[in-house]
């Protein structure tokens, strides 16, 4: 295995900060969280690409979460996928080729029925991972939990679209996967996995903790992946005390 580490950035972290602790804790890349003070219209580009490369790491994104790309309303649904794709233009402004999608939908449960969301769901996948090809560009579509994909519908997603998988372990825990169903989703799915969030949790909720310290059995999940793998693991700690990062970082390079 030959995979990049690094950490998402949170809301309130200063992103020149960020790059710095990343350099000198050796991760591999910062994933920026193109949201808040860092959505694209709020960011210099060549500012953000000057500062990586002074801190001698690579960037990935997060792109926007609240994005309705499955909306059931074709102008709200168009104008979503426009906004993505800009921010995947000043993605790679900032010299970033990989940045994560959330494939979900706002649409009221009630009133839609699941095959049309998830149809303008998929149609949008296909869209904007077109897009991104063009610019080089690689999505990474994310399992969102109790959504209109969650860990158990993504076969969809690999069966009609190319875009590959960002798998998010505490999503799936949080839908019902234990650590041996993570590690057996990864066995059958890991040629289409290329980015991890490292998502530790006590139990099925949305935690964040530092890596290490919930109960999911990263090891296992790890062993399963294929031996030529070499995607991208990012930490998601809900955190602004880069303690936390390091500690976290130190335990990822163990078991890795």
Aim: with cysteine.
């Amino acid at each position: 295995m030959d995979a990049k580490t690094g950490f998402v950035t949170q809301i309130e972290m200063a992103y020149d900060e960020a790059f710095e602790v990343a350099g000198d804790l050796e991760f591999d890349y910062v994933e920026l969280m193109m949201d808040g003070a860092t959505e694209r219209q709020r960011l210099d580009p060549a500012a953000v690409r000057r500062r990586a490369d002074e801190c001698d790491i690579d960037l990935a994104v997060h792109l926007p979460f609240t994005l309705d790309i499955g909306s059931p309303f074709d102008h709200v649904r168009e104008g979503a996928i426009r906004e993505v794709q800009a921010a995947i233009e000043t993605a790679t402004e900032l010299g970033a080729t990989k940045g994560v999608l959330h494939a979900s939908s706002n649409a009221w449960k009630p009133a839609w029925d699941a095959e049309t969301i998830g149809s303008n769901i998929v149609q949008s996948v296909r869209t904007i991972d077109e897009f991104g090809r063009e610019q080089g560009f690689e999505i990474c579509v994310e399992n969102i939990p109790s959504g209109w994909f969650t860990v158990h519908e993504f076969d969809r997603i690999f069966e009609e679209t190319d875009a590959s998988m960002t798998l998010d372990t505490g999503h799936a825990r949080i839908d019902g996967l234990d650590s041996h169903g993570m590690a057996s989703f990864v066995g059958r799915h890991g040629d289409r996995i290329s980015h991890f969030h490292l998502n530790d949790t006590r139990r099925a909720k949305d935690e964040h903790l530092p890596f290490g310290s919930g109960t999911i059995e990263f090891r296992d999940i790890f062993a399963a992946i294929p031996d030529d793998w070499d995607g991208t693991f990012s930490l998601e700690v809900f955190t602004l005390d880069y303690g936390y990062i390091e500690t976290s970082k130190s335990h990822l390079d163990e078991l890795l």
